[in-house]
């Protein structure tokens, strides 16, 4: 599986955004999906994660961030609302056949490149 993510770029506090992960591969909708982001200085941490029947959130983003998945088109998305210049990082999908915790990095064997979020005072 490839993941390739993008829809990054630079909002000012308040605005929104959607990312989008689009999988290669036939067996995208047997896997989860996750969405972790690192800020400079700081550990990979995790944002999002949907599977088949669930959605999970880190509580820094809960009602602010929803992830989504379209399994027709192979892709995931998290829509970004009420950003915070807090919010800025790199983000990265990532894709697995999670059988233990969703917010683990090791859960997710297959991941994309990133993509820049900035978030503007």
């Known amino acids: 599986v490839q993941l390739q993510a993008s829809g990054g770029g630079l909002v000012q506090a308040g605005g929104s955004l959607r990312l989008s992960c689009a999988a290669s591969g036939r067996t995208f909708s047997t896997y989860a999906m996750g969405w972790f982001r690192q800020a400079p200085g700081k550990e990979r941490e995790f944002v999002a994660a949907?599977?088949?029947?669930?959605?999970y959130y880190a509580d820094s983003v809960t009602g602010r961030f929803t992830i989504s998945r379209d399994n027709a088109k192979n892709t995931a998305y998290l829509q970004m609302n009420s950003l915070k210049p807090e919010d800025t990082a790199v983000y990265y999908c990532?894709?697995?056949?999670?059988?233990?915790?969703?917010?683990?990095?090791?859960?997710?064997?297959?991941w994309g490149q990133g993509t820049q979020v900035t978030v503007s005072s």
């Open positions: 949907i599977t088949w029947s669930s959605t």
């Open positions: 990532a894709a697995g056949s999670v059988a233990g915790n969703r917010k683990r990095e090791s859960e997710y064997a297959y």
